[in-house]
């Protein structure tokens, strides 16, 4: 925006965060420094609830040689917040931005953070105050619409199929019954993924169990049991928010949060009861948080793609957007190549994106292929698990 | 033994896999392979179960190129037991050695399986049969006697210490109570190697308990609530064999196994008490066997200590050695320098080596400077958190 003189910037982030949140936040900053209408760029400390405390950081500020370490380190260093927002946080907002000459807005973040973004830059509007409100897609859920996948999930989904492989493997040495819990509240898309880790028929994961569809638990035991005789063994990985034909957490203890309920130990509670069910002991694992904050086995497509994000944020801004959200669009699957475009946020908020219907395994085990050609590509490296090349059921020897 | 005619070897894992025990065992596999008093090697299926039932895997036919991959997998290509032993079945293990000709015979492990080795080799020379039984260390929980540390620990550590850091990062972004289960049984090394993520004073973990004392609940309570009045938050690693004042696990469920009592859900019942106690919304991660199976983490220093302890327990045997144990002697801290030696099997089997009383923490926060020189070479590179410059506690503007 040539016309206008120059105008301050600010970015907050909202939700959990994900192992390249902070390296969005770091494209947003260069992009910054290298705008010549943006003078300074302010961070909103702890989320919304900065924004309306009035408590921000001065980015512009940050020495740039502290960056590219902030870039690789998972959370976020601005912190964020799951604050539910009312109409009078808006106002106070829109103050804010008034009182500090701020023109360009990011807000980083899943369906809520798109939701609040849609509503500060009405609330802008209303009060005549011009301002360009930008959404960065982030979430390891992938449930956001608009967007071939979200920033945060390849490198969730990598943890968690590399996770799978080395339980497996642990698994496959010293045999028993396993589950895993994995993130994603009501979306299966890291549930998916761990099916990905799968070299070989009796690779784990040996079943793999998605929200979308409500699981009686004796459909579960009976899986299990088919698996447990074939192979001695089971790895079994289960989305958090799964729910029984009940539709409750299959007596899993639970927290209320401003989202729908949160199971606190839904893989012990199936460990438990498979064990009972079926004789057979069990044990359970809960990666929990390192599902989203893994730093060491982040995405590099996903960092790149998180980096970009942010920068096309800044662009857009300049470039006089509003009330649209940095979308991901995949040019070519392979090569893989992806464009950043803009959706209206209008488009992406308030609306959770499910899990395609066609990519829903018909059997606990196999991933659909068009399922799998897509993930790909957004993976990097994995890991291949060594074998023996002989038969892992040994020879009577003598 | 130049003196003795060319004769087979043979391996067996017992107890739990790491990320590092393959790596043991590709040493066994290229030093038997260089050494021609050896004809075959054998790998026992399923640990002493495979030796009981005669279930032998031909090693030398394995072609070399699968190695270098199987070395860097976690889990046990081999198999494993936890087998409980009786008498009959050295008898049995005894013909079977002498009706292959197996002479050599390598059993990587711990303390349980240190114990049967001196069975092993007591079983042979009460039948006359001249065989050569090397204990090959391994263990995650660090509690052998007679070596500086055991292969398999550093690894583990690398991975909780870097579990601690990322779940850190999270829990600063988006503050709220949370309780990590580390894996160690009875012995505090892993619980306490988490306390080298801290990098500043309010990082995590901020309160770290160590199986070897006791902890009343009461206690912990007051520990966190000081911690989260100061921090707004606060991240706990606590031993999954950590007891009460009663030396009950707090009421966790536990599973009964052939050593002691295993708590399957530890973290999520400390979480649930102190969230009732404290009136803080607490949530707990159980990382479980990605502790002893993330080969993604594997220490560089772990994985090559664990792949000579293989070349040496070969070497050992041929040199006429039996009943000992491969042990790891720090040769120099800085630069770290490490040199194998042996020590008799009978000073090893049936002790626990506990976390040194000297070390265990004063207060739940602070590591003993000793213990974290002692521990520092052996994890390798370990990733440094970004962090802005600025004061966390951010400046309030305008």
Avoid at 126 to 143: L, Q, S
Avoid at 311 to 319: I, N, P, W
């Amino acid at each position: 925006m040539t016309k206008m003189p120059r105008s301050n910037a600010l970015v907050a982030h909202g939700g959990g965060p994900t192992a390249v949140l902070n390296a969005s936040l770091a494209g947003i900053v260069e992009e910054c420094h290298a705008q010549p209408g943006i003078a300074t760029l302010y961070g909103a400390a702890g989320g919304a609830a900065g924004l309306i405390a009035d408590a921000l950081i001065d980015l512009s500020a940050e020495p740039i040689a502290n960056w590219p370490a902030i870039a690789q380190s998972p959370g976020s260093v601005l912190g964020s917040s799951r604050q539910d927002l009312v109409d009078a946080d808006f106002d106070q907002m829109t103050k804010l931005l008034q009182r500090h000459n701020i023109r360009y807005v990011f807000l980083t973040g899943g369906n809520g953070t798109m939701r609040m973004a849609l509503r500060l830059s009405e609330a802008c509007r209303a009060r005549n105050y011009e301002a360009f409100v930008i959404g960065v897609p982030k979430t390891i859920d992938n449930d956001l619409y608009g967007t071939d996948h979200t920033p945060g999930f390849p490198s969730a989904a990598r943890f968690f199929l590399h996770a799978l492989k080395f339980i497996g493997s642990d698994n496959r040495a010293l045999p028993g019954v396993t589950v895993v819990e994995v993130l994603g509240r009501d979306a299966g898309w890291l549930s998916a993924a761990t099916l990905l880790a799968r070299e070989q028929e009796d690779d784990a994961p040996h079943l793999v169990y998605l929200p979308e569809r409500p699981l009686p638990f004796s459909r579960m035991a009976s899986d299990v049991e088919s698996v447990y005789r074939r192979l001695g063994r089971a790895v079994i990985a289960v989305c958090e928010g799964q729910l029984d034909e009940n539709h409750e957490p299959f007596g899993a203890d639970v927290r209320r949060t401003s989202r729908a309920p949160l199971a606190l130990n839904l893989a012990h509670v199936l460990s438990m009861r498979l064990s009972k069910e079926l004789g057979i002991s069990a044990r359970s694992e809960k990666p929990g948080l390192l599902g989203r904050s893994f730093a060491s086995l982040a995405s590099p497509v996903d960092l790149a793609e998180a980096r970009e994000c942010g920068r096309a944020a800044v662009r857009s801004a300049l470039a006089g957007e509003t009330a649209v959200m940095v979308s991901i669009e995949r040019a070519s699957n392979a090569p893989y190549q992806a464009v950043f475009g803009l959706v209206p946020i209008q488009d992406v908020s308030g609306r959770t994106r499910p899990f395609p219907e066609a990519w829903i395994p018909a059997h606990p085990t196999l991933a659909s292929p068009d399922f799998a050609a897509w993930l790909d590509p957004l993976l990097g490296p994995i890991q291949t698990l060594g074998r023996l090349q002989q038969s892992p059921t040994p020879r009577q020897s003598g």
